[in-house]
């Protein structure tokens, strides 16, 4: 049997901890995306994004307008 701990606290403390403390989950989460999103709304990534988009795009466009 393998048992994970973090911070020397068992998986199964954690995860009831979560649950008898939704708010501060919540609010931890909440933090977390709104990071993640202000992250993914920089420039550069943007631009990747939008970059890949067009790329699968055309990938698109070449596959079903061989047709």
Do not use: C, F, P, W
């Not at 199964?12 to 709304?41: C, F, P, Q, W």
């Not at 420039?43 to 061989?66: F, M, S």
């Amino acid at each position: 049997m393998v048992k994970i701990t973090l911070d020397e606290e068992s998986i199964d403390a954690i995860v009831k901890y979560a649950k008898t403390h939704r708010n501060e989950i919540r609010e931890l989460m909440k933090i977390i995306g709104e990071e993640a999103l202000s992250v993914l709304m920089e420039k550069d990534v943007l631009g990747e994004g939008a970059k890949l988009y067009r790329e699968i795009q055309r990938e698109i466009n070449y596959t079903y307008g061989k047709k």
